[in-house]
């Protein structure tokens, strides 16, 4: 995953970025904390984004906007060669929750691609 702040234009062929799941941020934030407080909104994000990227063959998806309490922004996105990534950390978080539905959709979309 990569964070582009503000004057990124790159996501020109999706709807508006600033229509994204926006997370407020402390300065120097712990990432770990973080992702251990978001953690299932954040899997949810990743996996309907690459699922959205791989239907419409998209080279990269923006999944979510971070607003820093010092004014700055950003955008959270997920380039293709870290599809495969991803999709397995989203699988054993799934597998962890029981929810096998997901689990096999994800198998699915690693198979084909």
Same mark, same amino acid.
């Given at each position: 995953?990569?964070?582009? +702040?503000?004057? +990124?234009?790159?996501?020109?062929?999706?709807?508006?970025?600033?229509?994204?799941?926006?997370?407020?941020?402390?300065?120097?934030?712990?990432?770990?904390?973080? +992702?251990?407080?978001? #953690?299932?909104?954040?899997?949810?994000?990743?996996?309907?984004?690459?699922?959205?990227?791989?239907?419409?063959?998209?080279?990269?998806?923006?999944?979510?906007?971070?607003?820093?309490?010092?004014?700055?922004?950003?955008?959270?996105?997920?380039?293709?060669?870290?599809?495969?990534?991803?999709?397995?950390?989203?699988?054993?978080?799934?597998?962890?929750?029981?929810? +096998?539905? #997901?689990?096999?959709?994800?198998? #699915?979309?690693?198979?084909? #691609?």
């Amino acid at each position: 995953m990569k964070i582009e +702040y503000d004057n +990124y234009s790159g996501f020109s062929q999706f709807d508006d970025v600033s229509s994204l799941p926006v997370f407020i941020l402390e300065i120097g934030f712990d990432a770990v904390a973080f +992702y251990d407080k978001h #953690k299932l909104d954040i899997v949810n994000l990743m996996y309907n984004g690459v699922t959205k990227a791989i239907d419409n063959d998209f080279l990269e998806i923006p999944i979510c906007r971070l607003h820093f309490l010092d004014g700055r922004r950003a955008t959270l996105s997920i380039s293709r060669d870290n599809f495969d990534n991803i999709l397995n950390k989203c699988l054993v978080t799934f597998e962890e929750l029981e929810e +096998y539905e #997901k689990c096999n959709e994800i198998v #699915k979309l690693l198979k084909i #691609k």
